[in-house]
C-alpha cells in the first residue's frame, strides 16, 4: 500500500512538474493560462476552506477567480484595468449577499487575491519582462530546496524548525535546503552561459539561492499557519498524493514578489554603479 501510494504521488509529481516546464518552453501566454488555472483552483480551495468562517454564494466566489485570472494576465496592462473594476464591483457585491459577517468574507475575498493573485501576477510579469528561462530557474530552486530540506531532514532533523506550526519541519531540513540552493546557485551560474537570461556571475546567483530558501521555507509556513488556524491537513485532493493546488505552489506565493523585489534593487544598484 505504501508502495501505491509513493509510485501515484511521483506519478503526479511528475505530470505537475512536466505541465509547469512545457509551459514555461512553449511560450509566455501558455504559461499565463497555466498561472490563470492556477489562481482559480487555488482561490477555489481557499474560500472552500475558510466556508466555516464565512460562507460566500457561488457568484462571489466566481468573481474572485476571475479577478485571480486578471492578475495571471496582468502583465498585459487591460487585464489590470479590469481586475481594478472586479474589486470595486466585490465591495459592491457585499451589499447584497445578507452575508451575516461581510467583514470576514470581504476579509478571505481580498487575502485570496493578494496572497495568491498576486504572486502568480508577478510570476507572469517577471517571465515576460525578464525572462521564461528565469522563471524556469525559480522553480528549480524551490524544488531543489524542498528535495534538500526532506532528504536531510528525514535523516538528520532533530531541532524544530517551527514546531508551533510545522512539527515536522527541522534547522537541519532547512540548512539542507540552503546547501543544495547554493549548490544549484554556483551550478546555475558556471553551466548556465546565458540560459537563464540573467547576467550575474557566482555570488549573485548564491544570494538568490539563499533568498529563494528562506522565503520559500516562509512560504510553506504561512501555508501551514492558515491550515492550522482551520484544523486542516491539505487544502484539497487534487493532486493524488500531495494535497491541493495550493499546498503545490504555497512556497513560490512568497519566492515571487521576493524575487521581483531582489531584481529591481539589483537593477537600481547596476544602474547607480
Request: with cysteine; net charge neutral; aromatic share 14%.
Amino acid at each position: 500500500m505504501k508502495l501505491k501510494s509513493l509510485l501515484l504521488r511521483s506519478l503526479s509529481g511528475l505530470v505537475y512538474v512536466g505541465l509547469i516546464i512545457g509551459c514555461i518552453f512553449w511560450g509566455i501566454l501558455p504559461f499565463s493560462v497555466l498561472a490563470a488555472i492556477f489562481a482559480v483552483l487555488a482561490i477555489s480551495e481557499f474560500e472552500k476552506i475558510c466556508e466555516g468562517k464565512s460562507p460566500s454564494s457561488w457568484p462571489v466566489r466566481l468573481t474572485d477567480m476571475v479577478g485571480g485570472i486578471c492578475l495571471a494576465f496582468s502583465w498585459l496592462g487591460y487585464p489590470l484595468a479590469l481586475w481594478l473594476c472586479i474589486y470595486v464591483c466585490r465591495l459592491v457585491m457585499e451589499l447584497y449577499t445578507k452575508n451575516s459577517n461581510p467583514i470576514q468574507c470581504l476579509s478571505i475575498a481580498l487575502m485570496s487575491q493578494l496572497y495568491i493573485g498576486m504572486p502568480l501576477g508577478i510570476m507572469t510579469y517577471i517571465g515576460n519582462f525578464y525572462g521564461l528561462h528565469f522563471i524556469l530557474a525559480i522553480f528549480l530552486m524551490i524544488w531543489i530546496n524542498d528535495t534538500g530540506a526532506f532528504l536531510v531532514g528525514s535523516l538528520l532533523g532533530r531541532h524544530r524548525l517551527f514546531e508551533r506550526i510545522s512539527p515536522k519541519k527541522s534547522w537541519e531540513g532547512f540548512f539542507g535546503g540552503l546547501i543544495f540552493n547554493l549548490l544549484a546557485g554556483w551550478l546555475f551560474a558556471i553551466g548556465g552561459h546565458g540560459f537563464w537570461q540573467v547576467d550575474w556571475d557566482v555570488l549573485i546567483w548564491l544570494f538568490f539561492g539563499a533568498l529563494v530558501t528562506i522565503f520559500a521555507t516562509w512560504g510553506d509556513l504561512i501555508e501551514s499557519l492558515v491550515k492550522r488556524s482551520l484544523n486542516i491537513k491539505d487544502s484539497g485532493n487534487l493532486i493524488p498524493g500531495h494535497g491541493g493546488i495550493l499546498d503545490r505552489i504555497d512556497s513560490l506565493l512568497l519566492v515571487m514578489p521576493s524575487a521581483l523585489i531582489f531584481l529591481w534593487i539589483y537593477e537600481g544598484i547596476v544602474k547607480v554603479g
